[in-house]
């Protein structure tokens, strides 16, 4: 005799079985860790028939060091995921406004433009190579590392007691603090010296925040804007104005 014929009897899987009739979820998203990925898969099934949603997000990211204090492949990669939330909150900007608040400087001549390429140090050294390279910058939406590092060096002029603590909390709220849309990128070290030391600021207190924000630019930056349209138009403007006379 068949069991299922039986009086009473239910197969153990039908058991306080119910069927899921509800919308299938939507996908959700997750802050992939650097290095990997997540897959995630979600199933739903019932008597007679189911639904099944299966979601998979796989995602490479370069490989992250450990909490080198130096700007390590982790704080590129960062910086790289900052400009992009920044271009997509200016993504309506149609045209590039003039440069404000420039440092006051004469004209390069073409020798100082030859230097520029020499050293990342020689280039910034000189006011008019900060404003042209602080020009690239902002068509990379990344000029906040530039003010970060001009902000900390008016900083480290000041003797005031006063105008040190105000021009400190001036600096991490627009540049440290994690709610401001100039963060600058600094890794968790760095971010914890300067959390100790904020209380009782001194013109030093972002010293190696400025650093690593300073081989941020040198390695990140500074290669790309060599071969910029920016520079290749200094060098080429210079060198026809110099076989001109």
């Not at 058991?15 to 979820?25: E, F, H, L, R, V």
């Not at 400009?83 to 004209?107: F, G, H, V, W, Y």
């Not at 904020?198 to 630019?217: G, S």
Request: aromatic share 8%.
């Amino acid at each position: 005799m068949c069991l299922r014929k039986r009086s009473g009897y239910r197969p153990p899987d039908l058991i306080n079985a119910k069927i899921y009739t509800g919308p299938i979820p939507g996908e959700r998203g997750g802050e992939l860790a650097m290095g990997g990925g997540r897959s995630e898969t979600s199933a739903l099934s019932g008597t007679g028939g189911g639904r099944a949603m299966t979601t998979t997000q796989n995602s490479q990211r370069p490989n992250a060091c450990c909490f080198c204090w130096c700007c390590c492949c982790s704080c590129s990669w960062n910086e790289e995921e900052r400009r992009r939330r920044r271009r997509r909150r200016l993504s309506q900007d149609t045209k590039m406004e003039t440069i404000p608040n420039c440092e006051a400087c004469t004209k390069p001549s073409m020798e100082e433009i030859r230097l520029w390429s020499q050293s990342f140090d020689k280039l910034m050294k000189n006011p008019a190579g900060r404003n042209v390279f602080r020009e690239f910058l902002r068509t990379e939406y990344s000029e906040d590392n530039m003010l970060f590092w001009l902000a900390c060096e008016d900083l480290k002029q000041e003797i005031n007691k006063n105008a040190i603590e105000e021009k400190a909390r001036s600096i991490y709220e627009d540049y440290i603090s994690i709610l401001s849309p100039k963060e600058v990128s600094l890794d968790a070290r760095v971010r914890e010296m300067i959390n100790r030391k904020r209380q009782n600021p001194t013109p030093h207190v972002f010293e190696d925040a400025q650093l690593q924000i300073y081989t941020l630019m040198h390695r990140d930056s500074y290669p790309r804007f060599l071969s910029s349209s920016i520079y290749r138009s200094l060098v080429q403007g210079g060198s026809r104005t110099s076989s001109e006379s």
